[in-house]
């Protein structure tokens, strides 16, 4: 025999998750503070919604407070549903300063620290070329521009490899992942100085 799911008519153990006793202290609060001037606690009074809806509300929010906070901040396939996008494919803007490329960068765990300057000249020269997409090439056909939006990043790994300064990185992004090979300078470089405390 297939025993019958039912909900379970006894009240929640958390004051925060039991909508009927937020509501009645929310009326003993209106009765205690406004007896002489809110005398129509009916239903349809419109201070009446507002405090059923906040009793909801409140409901909603002690349900989360229980969860554990993986199951909070999780973002990914691993604990979420199959129809759930992740967070980074469903926020409506890309980074665009210097401060939001810093915050995209250490959201990746081998990455420590890292310091992002909006670069005034550019090691490889850049030239303009309508035709092409992105219309700028490595090719001498015009005055060499400095295309904007180019930024120097040094960045601090979790795990230091003093031996190498060359590594290998895989970034996914909201419009595909790169591939990067990166020469990064020595630690006792001048260009490392500020990660050497």
């Known amino acids: 025999m297939i025993e019958t799911l039912k909900i379970s008519s006894t009240a929640p153990e958390r ?3 039991n909508y009927a006793a937020l509501r009645d202290g929310g009326m ?3 009765r205690e503070l406004a007896q002489a001037s809110w005398t129509d606690h009916n239903v349809h009074d419109p201070g009446i919604t507002l ?5 909801y509300a409140m409901t909603e929010l002690g349900f989360r407070i229980q969860l554990e906070i993986p199951d909070l901040l999780q973002s990914g396939a691993r ?13 409506p803007c890309a980074p665009v ?3 939001d490329l810093r915050a995209v960068l250490l959201d990746n765990h081998l990455l420590r620290d890292t310091r992002i300057t909006i670069s005034g000249h ?4 850049f030239f ?12 001498p056909n015009s005055e060499p521009v400095n295309p904007r939006g180019l930024y120097e990043a040094v960045l601090e790994f979790t795990e230091r490899e003093l031996n190498s300064n060359t590594y290998a990185l895989s970034v996914t992004t909201a419009s595909g992942t790169y591939n990067l090979d990166m020469a990064l300078p020595y630690w006792d470089e001048d260009e490392a100085r500020p990660f050497q405390n």
């Open 97 to 99: 300063t210097p401060r």
């Open 15 to 17: 004051t925060s998750m």
């Open 122 to 125: 550019t090691e490889a020269r």
């Open 28 to 30: 003993e609060l209106i």
């Open 51 to 55: 405090l059923e809806a906040f009793s």
């Open 79 to 91: 604990h979420a549903p199959p129809d759930l996008a992740p967070a980074h494919r469903v926020l």
């Open 128 to 139: 303009e070329d309508p035709a092409s997409d992105p219309p700028f090439t490595y090719t």
